[in-house]
């Protein structure tokens, strides 16, 4: 019998010294909420709702404080660190953002990840190279 049970996933992340956590389980209708939200995100949009879409997404999948943290964080340049009060983590930028994103896509397996750019397509030429069906002279 074939089991298709979902093992919970851990998606986590740092940034300074904040560990942010996501949602071990993601309902279908949130996965796709989610690549609708940032599809959403190459649209001819405002600031503001770029913003919002942004925070609306991550927050379907990141556990509630990480969540808070991660949205104060991105709104004010002044949050406490951590691991103390005492000092402040520097504000969360659009940059950061972004590549969170697509790295949490990734991790929940809602787009392949991206293909490095060292690997090799291979020849667009399909005449070039070796035929499987080429055969060995004997005595070679």
């Keep these: ?53 942004m925070s609306e997404s991550l927050q379907l999948v990141l556990m509630p404080d990480s969540y808070k943290r991660f949205r104060d964080r991105m709104r004010d340049p002044a949050q406490p660190d951590a691991a103390s009060d005492s000092t402040t983590q520097p504000p969360i930028e659009l940059p950061q953002v972004n590549e969170i994103i697509e790295w949490i896509m990734e991790e929940y397996g809602m787009r392949p990840p991206t293909s490095s750019e060292d690997s090799s397509t291979g020849s667009s030429n399909p005449d070039v190279g070796t035929s499987s069906t080429v055969t060995v002279p004997a005595g070679v």
């Design 1 to 53: 019998m074939k089991d298709f049970t979902a093992q919970p996933r851990v998606v986590e992340f740092k940034i300074n010294d904040d560990v942010f956590r996501g949602k071990p389980y993601l309902a279908a209708q949130t996965m796709i909420d989610f690549t609708l939200g940032v599809d959403k995100l190459g649209d001819d949009i405002s600031a503001q709702q770029g913003f919002d879409i």
